[in-house]
């Protein structure tokens, strides 16, 4: 848990409702570790690889072991860092 929003004085003035959401969300946190965040940007660059899309936008959020990838107007792809690998091996055209 974030001791140190929590030990706040607003958090306490926050509805309980509110503060008991806001523990139950950090206590799920599935953290991306260090290793999967390097792993993941050292591959940006191999989504220029994938025929007829463009990257859009890209996000790792690294409390819920969440990429989230935009291309063109086709929609937004969600994966874990673990199906990252296996979402560039299936796209991207063997050289």
């Known amino acids: ?8 004085a607003r958090f306490s003035k926050l509805p309980l409702h509110i503060r008991n959401a806001y523990r139950a969300y950090h206590a799920e946190w599935e953290p991306l ?18 025929p007829n899309f463009y990257i859009r936008n890209f996000a790792i959020n690294i409390t819920r072991n969440a990429i989230r990838m935009q ?18 091996e299936e796209n991207i055209p063997l050289d």
């Open 1 to 8: 848990m974030n001791g140190r929003v929590e030990a706040g």
């Open 33 to 50: 570790s260090p290793e999967g965040i390097e792993r993941t940007v050292s591959r940006l660059t191999d989504l220029r690889r994938i």
């Open 71 to 88: 291309f063109n107007c086709d929609g937004t792809h969600i994966v874990s860092v673990d199906e990252f690998e296996r979402f560039l």
